[in-house]
């Protein structure tokens, strides 16, 4: 399988709602620009590089502090590279997943 990039963690970085996924660097986040509830956010991958959507299946599972994604109660998982991404104290961790 194609899986491009590295295991790798990054601090997270809150940018504005309104940039463009091509200007983020890993660690980088955004929220989903949507009005009300807190859906999701893209998340730049510490693996790949790459800024891929994220909406967890339970809508309490993303905590913010001080207005940033802070902690993440479950596994996300980059559609690029198939790392698993996990959000804890601020910093976003990938790691290819165990073999099975
Ligand atoms: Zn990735």
Excluded at 14 to 39: D, F
Excluded at 63 to 89: A, H, M, N, P, W
Aim: aromatic share 4%.
């Amino acid at each position: 399988m194609n899986r491009p990039g590295r295991d790798g963690s990054a601090n997270v970085e809150q940018v504005a709602p309104r940039t463009c996924n091509r200007r983020m660097t890993p660690g980088m986040v955004k929220r989903y620009p949507a009005a009300g509830p807190l859906l999701g956010y893209f998340i730049c991958c510490p693996g790949c590089g790459n800024t891929t959507p994220h909406v967890p299946a339970s809508e309490h599972a993303l905590i913010e502090l001080d207005g940033k994604l802070f902690e993440c109660s479950e596994e996300l998982t980059c559609t690029i590279c198939d790392r698993v991404l996990t959000v804890s104290s601020g910093v976003i961790t990938a790691t290819l997943p165990k073999a099975p």
